[in-house]
């Protein structure tokens, strides 16, 4: 099974902190997701990435930038955390073919006081 | 923006037969509809995918009429361990660079 594995569960950050969130994939897959997901809301498309180095903003990047330095990595960054970035947070990696879908980490849920 | 629409819940109670439908008006030719469930703090797994007609697995069925703009989702005899938020999304098989858009999910509740 694709095994899609965010580094942290749960974070506290302060206003104006830089934070990293990190997503690994074991299953060298060209394309990594990330999403915030808040009550009433849904899943709401952050940043997505291709390919080692390429990256495309989703529907709500401001705020936000992402890193893929390596194929199985793609990092989420927010460069000054604000109050309204307290979510949860969703990694996911894409399978190709016949059979393509996406594979989802446990979420991180950040709250930023 | 490939949006879908969905009822924002659903209630059921067990052994019964839920049908979900989401409309999807701006599908293209290239798109493949898919399912996703979610439990509470959990990420979404795949449910079902289909283009065209009906899929059938060992969890759902997928029915999708001719002209594709909408699909239900059947969960037959759904019990307790059902409830969870669904989602429906259209994607094209063509490889990278393809957004993935969620929409707000339908939340489904079954009771005894």
């Known amino acids: 099974d694709v095994k899609v594995t965010q580094s942290s569960r749960y974070l506290v950050k302060r206003t104006g902190e830089k934070v990293f969130l990190e997503c690994v994939q074991d299953m060298d897959h060209e394309n990594m997701f990330w999403y915030r997901q808040d009550p009433g809301l849904g899943l709401r498309l952050i940043y997505f990435s291709y390919d080692v180095k390429m990256k495309e903003k989703g529907d709500i990047p401001e705020g936000y930038s992402v890193s893929r330095e390596k194929k199985e990595r793609f990092s989420l960054i927010l460069e000054s955390a604000s109050t309204n970035q307290t979510s949860m947070y969703l990694c996911?990696?894409?399978?190709?073919?016949?059979?393509?879908?996406?594979?989802f980490g446990s979420g991180t849920q950040l709250s930023v006081l | 923006l490939a949006k879908t629409t969905q009822p924002i819940s659903m209630d059921s109670y067990e052994g019964q037969e839920v049908n979900i439908t989401c409309s999807h008006n701006?599908?293209?030719?290239?798109?493949?509809i898919t399912w996703y469930q979610q439990f509470p703090s959990q990420g979404p797994r795949f449910i079902i995918q289909?283009?065209?007609t009906k899929v059938t697995n060992e969890v759902a069925s997928l029915f999708i009429p001719a002209d594709r703009k909408s699909s239900t989702l059947s969960l037959p005899r759904v019990s307790l361990s059902d409830t969870a938020v669904y989602y429906c999304l259209y994607l094209r098989l063509t490889g990278g660079g393809n957004k993935l858009t969620f929409g707000t999910g339908t939340q489904l509740k079954v009771e005894l």
């Open positions: 996911a990696s894409r399978s190709e073919g016949e059979n393509e879908k996406l594979f």
């Open positions: 701006n599908i293209a030719t290239n798109d493949y």
């Open positions: 289909g283009y065209k």
